[in-house]
């Protein structure tokens, strides 16, 4: 049986690109059937990195059947993944997060959990030297994820490790990374075409804090204008995305990569709290600028108070 590898749901490029890296390296160097699979649409960002390497957009799945081996890649919270995650054999987990816990699994299995920006790097090391075997769509999809990931070295995230990695592909490949990267940002902030509630979506995940459920939704942009002007839309859209996914309260910060600073839409005074609480911020209207903050992942959730 196949062993599929796939990401958390609303895949940005990480989670778009570290399936197919690793499907390819258990294809082409281990031996082993693997098909990368995503959990949802790519974001504009992805589905770019996809086109610009002639890269085949993996299936789109909502289940996985009972007893089907997968490995996961770019998290380790079921909330992220198939509601059923736990009927399927787990054989592996690829990630840089924190752990959540609540995966099962049949047997024991192999699990790499690093500190660093990008599951794409971590894949690197794993790779060893057959990592100099990845034909040039396979490192340019790794190189996008690193870059995408570390916001080209601006988030907090970012370790020289993450860098090291990102400068050799971006040799091999002959590419100039700030160039790149640029390219990366301008597909990362086209969203004019998507809804509100698709811009909520759209690189979010679910929190628990104090007993209050959020959904915390990050849009990076080197155009923060674009969603920021539709600011009143999208928080009217809240009150139905939290409806639709259980949530308590939509937390939905824009970041801009060029500012290096988060905006956050401020619709009520529970929201108002987690600003003041969480990040020392002073609010007084519908959005509050924190300067510095780059990353859900070290700076957002682990400030997360109510």
Known sequence: MTLQVFGHKSPDTDSTGSPII???YLNEVKGIAAAPKLL????????????RWSLD??????GVDTGAPVVIVDTNNPAELPDNINDADIQGIIDHHKLVGGLETKGPIDITVRPLACTATIMYDLMGDDAAKMPDAI?????????????????PTTTEHDRAVAEKLASDLGINI????????????????????????????EYEVSGKKFR?????????????????????SFK???????????????????????????????????????????????TVVLPGIMSRKKQIIPNLAV
Do not use: H
């Open 240 to 286: 139905t995305v939290q409806a639709e996914d259980g949530v308590d309260q939509v937390l939905l910060f824009v970041v801009d990569i060029i500012r290096e600073e988060a905006t956050l839409l401020v619709p009520n005074d529970l929201v108002k709290t987690v600003a003041e609480k969480s990040f020392g911020a002073s609010v007084s209207g519908d």
């Open 216 to 236: 915390v939704s990050v849009l990076e942009t080197t155009a923060p204008e674009i969603p920021l002007n539709r600011k009143d839309s999208l928080m009217e």
């Open 178 to 205: 700030a160039d790149y990267a640029a390219e990366l940002f301008a597909a990362k902030s086209d969203v004019s075409a998507f809804s509100d509630a698709e811009l909520i979506r759209m690189d979010s995940k």
């Open 40 to 51: 949802g649409e790519p974001n504009t960002e992805a589905a770019f990195v996809l086109e």
């Open 57 to 62: 957009k993996p299936e789109i799945i909502s």
């Open 22 to 24: 690793w499907s390819w």
């Open 139 to 155: 490192k340019g999809a790794a190189l996008s994820c690193i870059l995408s990931d570390t916001l080209e070295f601006r988030s």
